[in-house]
Antibody, heavy 117, light 106 residues
Framework: EVQLVESGGGLVQPGRSLKLSCLAS????????MNWIRQAPGKGLEWVAS????????YYADTVKGRFTISRDNAKNTLYLQMTSLRSEDTALYYC??????????WGQGVMVTVSS | DIQMTQSPSFLSASVGDRVTINCKAS??????LNWYQQKLGEAPKLLIY???SLQTGIPSRFSGSGSGTDFTLTISSLQPEDVATYFC????????FGSGTKLEIK
């Protein structure tokens, strides 16, 4: 069974940093691209970043480019999202999702990030 | 950027009803459209990929149609366990989501 479990969320002050993790199991992690997708309270879903299976290709939404870094450790079956210079508008539930070719197929349950002073 | 307009935002139907949810893309996305179901407190689940392909393990009462700019998710006979929010996703150019349809049982 495919499982994706996010961790690392919490309350953080504006301008500070936070690193999310997503532990994958139930499939060969190194064979799949991965994504971070977020949903702000009361808002729709927003794609944040994607990374290919070997980290050769990395893409970001314009809203996070230059502030967020997606990475992965295939030996640890773990996806990461390093978030810096956080803003109130980054407050959201962050989902980790596996790529089926391009689009996500399996998703985690999400981890909440709240940016507030 | 491609915008996805999903309708309706809210839908109330009876058990056994045929239910349709629509997504319209702001430009041609061929068949690069997925449908997902999200139940309260759960992770989103892929139902349909590439407009009309049923994901493994999904009941056959779910189907998708459309190409280009107009797409439809159909539930042929609504069941109580189908109460959820449904959303579309285009993956022709980056990834953009529809705003979601909350489905309840009347």
């Amino acid at each position: 069974e495919v499982q994706l479990v996010e961790s690392g969320g919490g309350l953080v002050q504006p301008g500070r940093s936070l690193k999310l993790s997503c532990l994958a199991s139930g499939f060969t992690f190194s064979n799949y691209g991965m994504n971070w997708i977020r949903q702000a309270p009361g808002k729709g879903l927003e794609w944040v970043a994607s990374i290919s299976s070997s980290s050769s290709y990395i893409y970001y939404a314009d809203t996070v480019k230059g502030r967020f870094t997606i990475s992965r450790d295939n030996a640890k079956n773990t996806l990461y999202l390093q978030m810096t210079s956080l803003r109130s508008e980054d407050t959201a539930l962050y989902y980790c999702a596996r790529s089926r070719t391009v689009a996500p197929d399996y998703w985690g349950q999400g981890v909440m990030v709240t940016v507030s002073s | 950027d491609i915008q996805m307009t999903q309708s309706p935002s809210f839908l109330s139907a009876s058990v056994g009803d045929r239910v349709t949810i629509n997504c319209k893309a702001s430009q041609n996305i061929n068949r690069y459209l997925n449908w997902y179901q999200q139940k309260l407190g759960e992770a989103p689940k892929l139902l349909i990929y590439n407009a009309n392909s049923l994901q493994t393990g999904i009941p056959s009462r779910f189907s998708g149609s459309g190409s280009g700019t107009d797409f439809t998710l159909t539930i042929s006979s609504l069941q109580p366990e189908d109460v959820a929010t449904y959303f579309c996703l285009q993956h022709n150019s980056w990834l953009t989501f529809g705003s979601g349809t909350k489905l309840e049982i009347k």
